[in-house]
């Protein structure tokens, strides 16, 4: 079991910026990690990935060249740097975690977080 616990959402201004956190903690920290997010009346959107060694990472087009996934093993944490921000990018944002390689669909994650919201205002 894996448990993940994000922090790091709150209100910013667009083009403003915010870097989220996503603890994890249980077994051993061998997982590749994901943030998906969801906005009032859509679809979970997922956005970024990375692999357990942090050599290979994932963006959707809508966060590419905006957003930056990265990990610290020994610090069982996974961080998703947001720059730009639009309000667009307003959303509850979610943290996950699968055993094995890495993918890029919410369906492949096992584990999920409470989540955390992130709001941009115009």
């Known amino acids: 079991q894996v448990q993940l616990v994000e922090s790091g959402g709150g209100l910013v201004q667009a083009g403003g910026s915010l870097r989220l956190s996503c603890a994890a903690s249980?077994?051993?920290?061998?997982?590749?990690m994901g943030w998906s997010r969801q906005a009032p009346g859509k679809e979970r959107e997922f956005v970024a990935a990375?692999?357990?060694?942090?050599?290979?990472?994932y963006y959707a087009d809508s966060v590419k060249g905006r957003f930056t996934i990265s990990r610290d093993n020994a610090k069982n944490t996974v961080y998703l740097e947001m720059n730009s921000l639009k309000p667009e990018d307003t959303a509850v944002y979610y943290c996950?975690?699968?055993?094995?390689?890495?993918?890029?669909?919410?369906?492949?994650?096992?584990?999920w977080g409470q989540g955390t919201q992130v709001t941009v205002s115009s």
């Open positions: 996950a975690a699968r055993e094995g390689a890495m993918k890029t669909a919410s369906s492949w994650y096992d584990y």
């Open positions: 249980g077994r051993t920290f061998t997982y590749a």
């Open positions: 990375i692999s357990w060694s942090g050599g290979a990472q």
